[in-house]
């Protein structure tokens, strides 16, 4: 996981931000497109979150990674989010 691989710094940054995410604090989120947005961490290289909601609570966290690697990040966190609805529609992940 990418969260994983951070330094210990890095890690507490971003899951701050993950924190304040689920608190309600969407300040940092634009929408990118096909139902994917960017949560920025203004923090060392520029962390980026990308992540999905299905239904008003729930926040599918699809990747992460810098300003470096954005675009390769977004076309990433694009194709697992389709994926993720495909999956939703055909009955094969569920909520309980």
Do not use: C
């Amino acid at each position: 996981m990418w969260l994983h691989r951070l330094d210990a710094a890095a890690a507490a940054k971003v899951t701050t931000v993950l924190v304040r995410l689920s608190q309600g604090s969407w300040a940092q989120v634009k929408p990118i497109g096909a139902g994917v947005h960017e949560l920025r961490v203004d923090f060392g290289p520029g962390y980026r979150v990308y992540l999905g909601t299905d239904g008003p609570n729930i926040v599918i966290l699809l990747a992460g990674g810098t300003k470096s690697g954005q675009q390769y990040d977004i076309a990433r966190a694009k194709e697992t989010w389709a994926a993720y609805k495909r999956r939703r529609q055909s009955g094969d992940v569920q909520w309980h």
